[in-house]
């Protein structure tokens, strides 16, 4: 009774924190980064699919819909490949945008019992260059960075707790030319960061979790994940290169994983983040100040 007592104010506890950083740049949300139910599964699949949808609250009054579909493949006992692809919706300050964001391909290798690689990348689908009546829209409204991403990480349990330590980096920069000022006074959008010639800098993260058995089919994974960005960011106005001051440093969330068992071979993922330290600027629109998705695994 304690335990659904705690799990209930944790997830009731998101949705009332208003604040930044949910989100992170994507290496966050791939299945070899994410904390999972280790349910007993019959017949050693080695195929699983993976279909979700999130929602979150972002900066500016904006609502931020999302839906990914993955798949993972077992090469043999120690490697494996996953590959992600996304589709975002942004909606505010009779704003409305769509479309698809990156694709995600990385290859997984099981070292030891307790310990593995990832080595991945992402590709991104859009050159964060949307534009509305002929302007240019910030990053809140584009639905990818837009760079073409390295992705690394190790994972290690220890007992039945897990840590997973990554670093993304992006190889090059998008096509994003947002200029505030360009806006008129009255505009909303003159309130938010410019990003024209946008140079985002890499992100470096560790989660730290530690699932607990309810029942034989379902898991409580409760988890920190702390995400620094590892240098000040930069855009280009009429006065050339501009540092954008306090995009650089740390980011903590708090996250909570439900996993439900619901035959030997499927499954279903509830989870909530929310965050509680946060860096002082965000200008590649990824703040959230809620973030809860729901998934449904299939493995054959």
């Not at 593995?116 to 910030?138: E, I, Y």
Request: overall charge positive; hydrophobic content about 35%.
């Amino acid at each position: 009774m304690k335990r659904i007592f705690f799990i209930s104010v944790l997830f009731s506890y998101g949705s009332s924190v208003i604040s930044q950083g949910c989100s992170d740049a994507g290496l966050c949300t791939i299945k070899s980064f994410k904390p999972s139910g280790d349910f007993e599964q019959s017949g050693n699949p080695k195929n699983q699919f993976r279909v979700g949808i999130s929602g979150g609250s972002a900066d500016y009054d904006i609502t931020v819909f999302g839906a990914v579909l993955e798949y993972s493949r077992h090469i043999n006992n120690a490697l494996s490949i996953d590959t992600k692809i996304g589709l975002i919706s942004q909606t505010g300050n009779d704003i409305n945008t769509a479309g698809f964001s990156d694709i995600f391909l990385n290859l997984n290798y099981k070292a030891t019992k307790q310990l593995h690689l990832v080595l991945g990348t992402k590709v991104p689908l859009s050159n964060a260059d949307r534009q509305k009546n002929g302007l240019p829209l910030p990053m809140d409204y584009q639905s990818s960075l837009g760079t073409f991403d390295l992705l690394a990480g190790v994972g290690y349990n220890y007992k039945k707790w897990k840590f997973n330590l990554g670093w993304q980096q992006p190889l090059g920069q998008n096509n994003n030319n947002f200029l505030a000022e360009n806006y008129p006074v009255s505009s909303p959008l003159r309130k938010f960061q410019s990003t024209n010639n946008y140079v985002r800098k890499g992100d470096l993260l560790l989660r730290v979790s530690y699932p607990i058995q309810l029942t034989s089919k379902l898991i409580f994974t409760p988890g920190l994940l702390p995400i620094c960005h590892l240098g000040d960011d930069e855009f280009t106005n009429l006065n050339g290169k501009q540092i954008i001051h306090g995009s650089k440093g740390l980011t903590v969330n708090v996250n909570a994983f439900l996993n439900y068992q619901i035959t030997k071979l499927s499954a279903i993922e509830f989870s909530v983040g929310s965050p509680l330290i946060v860096r002082d600027v965000r200008p590649d629109g990824l703040t959230r100040s809620f973030v809860s998705s729901v998934q449904y695994q299939l493995s054959f």
